[in-house]
Structures are given as C-alpha cells and as structure tokens.
C-alpha cells in the first residue's frame, strides 16, 4: 500500500514549484534569544502575506505572547477567516489526505 500527499504526486509528475513551504512559528522563530526573536517577528508579515492557509495548533498559552496574536490577526487581516483553521489540542482529530 502507498499513500501519495497531493504535492507529493504534483512533485513526481515533475511540478516542483507546487511542492508547500511550511513555516512552524516554534521552530522558525526563535523561542530564547531575544535579538533573533525580533528579527523572525520582523518578518512575519512577508511570509504571512504570500501564505495561503494558516493552522494554528491552539493550547491554553497560544495567545499568552503577543507575537502569536500578532500573527493571528495580521494573517486575519490579509486573508478570509476561511483560509484559517484552528485545532484545539485538547480535541482528538484523525485525518487522512
């Protein structure tokens, strides 16, 4: 049994530039060093506006830090509230694509 993901089977037929960029907040902003931190919170608003979709895995302390607000209502801003989609952590979810 083989599984393929869209962009997978977009990628074997030879359609590169179809393949997502993903940004994980967690990871590409970094979460110590303040400096750093200011400048990945800098840039946020480009990588949101060419952003299609945003999914925001929701905990209790999503919105505790102002950059995730930030984040939150400048993609709100530049996209239909459809284009976000919202996962509590609390809520068991299975998806199959």
Avoid: N
Avoid at 25 to 53: M, N, P, Y
């Amino acid at each position: 049994l083989v599984v393929f993901f869209r962009y997978d089977l977009l990628s074997l037929l030879g359609c590169h530039s179809c393949s997502p960029t993903v940004f994980l907040d967690k990871t590409c902003i970094h979460q110590v060093d303040r400096h750093l931190q200011q400048e990945g919170i800098r840039k946020l608003g480009a990588f949101l506006r060419s952003s299609s979709h945003m999914v925001v895995i929701y905990t209790d302390v999503y919105l505790t830090k102002l950059w995730t607000v930030y984040e939150v209502a400048c993609f709100l801003y530049l996209h239909p509230t459809s284009c976000m989609t919202v996962i509590p952590t609390f809520l068991p979810m299975c998806c199959l694509c």
